[in-house]
Structure formats: structure tokens, C-alpha cells
């Protein structure tokens, strides 16, 4: 078991003399932060009481009733003669993030999903032409469309994954595919540890069969330190999955570069650990290409792919990849609750992944263009936010001088700004310091959502609003 020494926790904790008193309610809270975002991993030894008092110059009684607090709050677990472990609480359960409306007049920096090319209502009416030819059998295809499963194990191959039809389930959309993943691999009391930040939907798709999610912080600027604390979590705790997203992890941006992979497969094979790895983001490398999937450096793994944010959300086709035989049981698994996708827009789906590489530098050209006019407003107007450009991916996952997230998306609201606060993407209990911003939108959607963003800011902070601003509703 992971313990922390009382030195490296101190260091974490930091100046406890800024906070409120009483003080030990202030270290409780500094300690329960760590923990919920994974710093402290989930199971770490905490110091001993003594050792503590003495790193953090506080009196012993001090950390005794922090440590009391945190027990009784769920975050912390003693043990008899072992010692005092992290813990996590059952947590507040948001529920499913349920898109907004579309077209209500508000500017969406919520969603990171772009509009359909041009492509989409073509692919459309091929997919009406070819459908004659099926329209004589009853039209399930548990697995997906013979066509499809065949064009997605092609890409995959092409991408350094060696795949076979029968490796492929067709599903509707990433989350159907991570969903079904799910229930065949967790369940009431079975743990999967998850990146914190995450994707929400995956996370509350976890909760909802039961399972309990265990966070280990990843920090963008140091993606490697992630994989370590990510081994040692997986060897503690023994979970029953991970839920990963190497590829311009959502919402941090992260690349996970080779030796990243090799490292991180090696510790999911040394704990018998499955992953179930969502690559929604994997093709949008705008600076760098992703590396072959997280599945060609180890096996055992589910890999998760779809078409709404290479082509078009509304489609709802994406794919599970996983040995043939874990297939044949996820198809089971779906067919419980959909016995098949639509056959006309698996069709269209032939016809995108036919004409994808084709396709891929407009629409990473078209996305480079919106971030740099993204971060740039960002920079011009909120200055004092931190602004990170990942290499790839849909989204800025900005930093906010203090934690506001959700004041900030509250005061955005009432301009007729949509957003998610940061909060969203964890897995309870952090991250109100933190925004993630989408730059799919045009870029005079994104002018005017960060002009109403500013505004939004100085609103939640109390601060004058920058001046010649819009003041009424926005319509776009
Ligand atoms: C990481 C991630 N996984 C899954 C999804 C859902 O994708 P789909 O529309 O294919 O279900 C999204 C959508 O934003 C996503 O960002």
C-alpha cells in the first residue's frame, strides 16, 4: 500500500495560515482536496499524527481532529494498528450532463461538437442510393453493418492496431460504446479508476451500474507523473477497469506520447487491469499526431472510437474494438438494450470513413484557425486566466485566478452564455478553478461568447464590467 511521507503531504498542504480557523477544519479541507483530486491517491497511508504536527508546525491535537474530521466525512479510513488511509466519500452524484437545447438563441461554449460539413447530408443521400440492397433482410445487424465493422478495422490497422471485422462492434456513438464496455466489465461496489478531469458521461455511465470511480490527478504539464501515480493507484487499489483517454485527453488536452503508452500498458498488464479507452479526440491532432492506440502496446484492452466529432454528433455511429471474443459478448450486452444501430446512417458512415483522410486536414486546418482565435480573445480579455493550447483535441481547459468556475458559468447564464463549469469534469469535489472552453464554434461565435464571458467574470468576481460591452442577450 502507497503511503505518503509527512514532508511530501506538508508540502502539498501547504500555508494553513491563509485559511479560516479553526485550523484543523482547514487542514481536513486542504487534505480532502488532494485526495478528491487525486494528488493523494485513493489508499495512500497518510503520515502518522506526530510526524505531521511537527512537518506542518501545528500541535498534534490539531491534526487529530483534522484526521477525525476526515473519517467521519468518508475521506479517510482507519484501520487498526495500520494506520490512517485515503478514502473517497460516495460523493454528490450530478447525473448525466443532457446537452442544452439548440438554437435558443444562446451562445453554446458548452458543448465541444462542431456543426455537419458538408459531407454529412452527402454521405446521406449515397447512403439512400445503396440502401435498396438491404432493404430486402429484417435490417438488424447486431454487430453493425458487415461494411462499417470492416471500415473501422481497416483504420485501425492503418493506425498501428492490427484489427479483423469480428474485432468491431458497431455502436451508437463513443458513450453507447463505453456504456456497454462498462456493463460487461464493472458493477455495484467495483471500482475503475478514471483521469481526474474527465469525461462527465463516462463517469456518471460508471456510477450508473454502481461502480465507484477513482480519480488520480493528471496535470497537463506533467502527463508523466500521471502514469506513475496511475501504476501505483492500479497496484493499490486493483480496480476492475480503467476508463482512459490517451489521445487529446478530454478535457486537459493531454497526448500521451509512446513511451507514455508502453509505461502505462506495462502497469495495466502488471495489475490484470483492463482499459477501456475512449479515443473520441484521436484523429483532431492539430500540432501532432496521436501515436497507435493505447491497445497496440498491450492486450486485453476496449478501444472506443465514433464519428461525431470527426463528421457529425447527430449521426450517432461509433465502434467498440476488442478481441473477437470480447465482441461477441459486448454485442450481447447491446443488444439488451438496442437491438441494432439505424442501417441508413451506417450506410453514410461507409461513405465518411471512405472519404476521411480526405476529409481530416480541412477540418483540422478550419480547427487550428478557431483555436488561435479562441485563445487569443481569451488572453486579450480574461488575462489573468491561464490559457494552456493543447496539440490536439476540441477544447482550452482554462485556469481561473481562483475558484469561480461555477459562479462564472452562473453569471454567463443570466447573459445568454452557455458553459460547463469545471466541476463538471470531476469527480465530485474540485476543480471550481478551472473552465473548459470548445473551440468549435465560428470564430464570431467565439469573438462574442468571450466578450460575454468577460463580462461574466467581472459579474461572479464583483469587479466593475469591462467597458462598450454587449449588456443585452445574444443571438447567434
Ligand atoms: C471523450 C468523449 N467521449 C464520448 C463522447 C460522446 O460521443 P458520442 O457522441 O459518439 O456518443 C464525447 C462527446 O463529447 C466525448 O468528448
Wanted: glycine share 10%; with cysteine; charged share 20%.
Amino acid at each position: 500500500m502507497e503511503a505518503t511521507s509527512a514532508r511530501a503531504l506538508a508540502a502539498l498542504v501547504g500555508d494553513l495560515a491563509t485559511e479560516r480557523p479553526p485550523r484543523y477544519a482547514a487542514l481536513a479541507g486542504r487534505v480532502r482536496r488532494l485526495v478528491a483530486d487525486g494528488r493523494v491517491p485513493l489508499g495512500t497511508r497518510l503520515p502518522a499524527e506526530r510526524e505531521l504536527a511537527a512537518a506542518l508546525a501545528v500541535s498534534r491535537a490539531t491534526v487529530t481532529a483534522a484526521y477525525t474530521r476526515l473519517r467521519e466525512d468518508g475521506w479517510a479510513t482507519a484501520r487498526q494498528g495500520a494506520g490512517t488511509f485515503a478514502a473517497l466519500p460516495a460523493g454528490p452524484h450530478r447525473g448525466a450532463w443532457v446537452p442544452g437545447p439548440v438554437d435558443d438563441g444562446t451562445v453554446d461554449l458548452a458543448h465541444a461538437a462542431p456543426a455537419a460539413p458538408a459531407t454529412v447530408p452527402a454521405a446521406l443521400a449515397a447512403a439512400l442510393e445503396e440502401l435498396p440492397r438491404l432493404l430486402s433482410s429484417h435490417g438488424y445487424h447486431p454487430a453493425g453493418l458487415p461494411d462499417l465493422r470492416a471500415r473501422v478495422a481497416e483504420r485501425y490497422t492503418a493506425r498501428g492496431l492490427p484489427t479483423t471485422p469480428e474485432q468491431v462492434l458497431v455502436t451508437n456513438g463513443a458513450l453507447h460504446g463505453v456504456s456497454v464496455a462498462f456493463a460487461a466489465l464493472l458493477g455495484r461496489g467495483r471500482r475503475v479508476l478514471v483521469e481526474q478531469p474527465s469525461y462527465p458521461n463516462a463517469l456518471q455511465a460508471a456510477r450508473a451500474l454502481g461502480a465507484r470511480v477513482v480519480p488520480v490527478a493528471l496535470d497537463a504539464d506533467e502527463p508523466a507523473a500521471w502514469v506513475d501515480t496511475a501504476g501505483r493507484t492500479l497496484s493499490a487499489v486493483r480496480p476492475a477497469a480503467a476508463y482512459l483517454m490517451p489521445d487529446f485527453q478530454n478535457p486537459t488536452g493531454v497526448l500521451l506520447d509512446v513511451p507514455g503508452r508502453e509505461r502505462l500498458a506495462a502497469a495495466l498488464r502488471r495489475s490484470g487491469v483492463p482499459a477501456v479507452v475512449d479515443e473520441t479526440f484521436a484523429e483532431l491532432g492539430l500540432d501532432a499526431a496521436a501515436p497507435p492506440p493505447l491497445a497496440a502496446f498491450g492486450a486485453g484492452h476496449v478501444s472506443v472510437g465514433t464519428l461525431s466529432k470527426v463528421a457529425w454528433g447527430g449521426l450517432r455511429v461509433g465502434w467498440v474494438r476488442a478481441e473477437a471474443d470480447v465482441v461477441r459478448r459486448l454485442t450481447t450486452v447491446a443488444v439488451a438494450t438496442s437491438m441494432s444501430g439505424p442501417v441508413v446512417e451506417q450506410l453514410a458512415a461507409c461513405v465518411l470513413l471512405d472519404g476521411l483522410d480526405a476529409a481530416l486536414p480541412g477540418l483540422r486546418a478550419q480547427l487550428r484557425e478557431r483555436r488561435a482565435v479562441l485563445a487569443g480573445e481569451l488572453r486579450a480579455r480574461l488575462p489573468s486566466w491561464r490559457v494552456p493550447e493543447p496539440a490536439g483535441g476540441l477544447v482550452l481547459w482554462c485556469g481561473l485566478p481562483t475558484p469561480r468556475s461555477r459562479a462564472v458559468v452562473a453569471a454567463a447564464e443570466r447573459l445568454g452564455l452557455r458553459l460547463a463549469a469545471g466541476p463538471l469534469f470531476g469527480t465530485g469535489h474540485a476543480l471550481d478553478d478551472r473552465l473548459r472552453l470548445p473551440y468549435t464554434q465560428p470564430p464570431e461565435v467565439l469573438r462574442r461568447g468571450i466578450a460575454l464571458l468577460a463580462r461574466a467574470d467581472a459579474a461572479a468576481t464583483g469587479a466593475r464590467p469591462p467597458a462598450g460591452e454587449p449588456r443585452e442577450l445574444a443571438v447567434v
